[in-house]
């Protein structure tokens, strides 16, 4: 397996094996000779939109506060100690998207997205920690990064901010454009810019069992059916009109055992969960769409790659898509695998793709979730 400049030259296997969950990683030109991807004006044009998920964290007089965007305006460059946070800046900048898939060493239905945040002097967001792995790679600037395994994880009381009461510092370093430092998850840290400066962080999914719960019973409720509607003709006489008879428990028990699930539903469930866009994202059609066999033509000669926005997992049988399912044919099988490991597709692979494969490329291409390569 190829070593990776990006993990300080080990392979993602040893990574994997070494590192993640498990202990800290600081690599010295993760990406040699970096340089912001988005300029700081960019940036604040991007927090400015309703399409783009932002927050302003401040520190003025000692005080904290926190604000969710947009933002027509934001703090003076020269005012110190506040900090923007633009999420999901991948699905909103190529270059982003870009750099966002070389951390695909991971599976994608675990790698959520890019943030960049951008911070004046002494600007960050208080010692907290994350529930979640993150790489914070420095963009612009510099920036102190101390860090703790420390077990108490206790909050300050009242806060808007989740910031721990006590930190303790155990390990400090100073990074610098194209320096990285990964973090597992619980593990504390505290992040102060040096001057005005940007830090990209990629972070992870890792949504809480009880929210996966809450979410496959809702995914349940649309699939069930228990026909019928309560009755009971043995009805008997009670003193006592306001208890719930054990009769009537025991039919509902009865009928409500019927419900069953069992791997399949699960598979589905997860695969439409994970690749359902987030609220704020909205996919942009062709202002002119080609038909299907313009599309066809142009599709096996120039070849199609997934839009940044459009998240694609598959299993065994099953093929998800921006949180739609679909059991998949042996036969076209592995041309739809290839478009969700590689987010593309060459002319030449879309040549021998059946009939329905194309009809559905098209459909995706009519709602924005393909493009020709060409676009």
Excluded at 79 to 104: C, I, P, Y
Excluded at 236 to 244: L, W
């Amino acid at each position: 397996m190829k070593k990776l400049t990006l993990l300080g030259g080990i392979t993602p296997a040893r990574f994997l094996k070494e590192y993640w969950h498990k202990k800290p990683l600081l690599v010295r030109q993760a990406i040699p000779d970096f340089k912001p991807l988005l300029s700081r004006e960019e940036l604040f044009a991007l927090a400015h939109q309703d399409e783009a998920e932002s927050r302003l964290i401040t520190h003025f007089d000692q005080h904290w506060q926190f604000a969710h965007g947009p933002f027509a305006k934001l703090p003076p460059l020269r005012k110190k100690e506040w900090t923007l946070l633009v999420q999901g800046v991948n699905l909103h900048h190529d270059a982003a998207d870009e750099l966002l898939q070389q951390f695909r060493f991971l599976p994608d239905a675990r790698l959520d997205d890019l943030m960049i945040s951008y911070a004046s002097d002494g600007g960050g967001v208080g010692p907290h920690f994350d529930s979640y792995d993150v790489f914070l790679l420095q963009a612009h600037g510099k920036r102190r990064w101390q860090i703790s395994a420390q077990k108490d994880l206790s909050l300050v009381p009242g806060m808007p901010l989740k910031i721990l009461s006590h930190f303790e510092a155990e390990q400090e370093w100073i990074l610098e454009p194209g320096d990285m430092l990964y973090l597992p998850p619980q593990y504390a840290h505290d992040g102060i810019a040096i001057g005005e400066c940007m830090t990209y962080s990629v972070g992870f999914r890792a949504p809480s069992y009880q929210e996966l719960g809450e979410g496959f019973l809702q995914f349940l409720a649309e699939s069930i059916e228990l026909p019928g509607r309560y009755a009971d003709p043995d009805a008997r006489f009670s003193s006592s009109p306001a208890q719930i008879g054990g009769d009537m428990l025991a039919r509902v028990a009865t009928h409500l055992s019927a419900i069953r699930f069992d791997e399949s539903d699960i598979a589905i469930f997860l695969g439409e969960y994970l690749s359902e866009p987030k609220a704020n994202v909205f996919f942009d059609p062709p202002e002119k769409a080609l038909s299907g066999s313009v599309f066809a033509q142009r599709a096996i000669k120039h070849g199609i790659r997934l839009s940044r926005k459009t998240r694609m997992l598959y299993t065994a049988q099953l093929v998800f898509i921006n949180g739609e399912s679909f059991r998949v044919s042996r036969a076209d099988q592995n041309i739809l695998r290839q478009l969700a490991d590689n987010r593309q597709l060459a002319g030449s692979d879309i040549r021998n793709a059946g009939k329905d494969v194309m009809e559905t490329f098209h459909q995706w291409y009519i709602d924005g979730w393909v493009h020709l390569a060409s676009n």
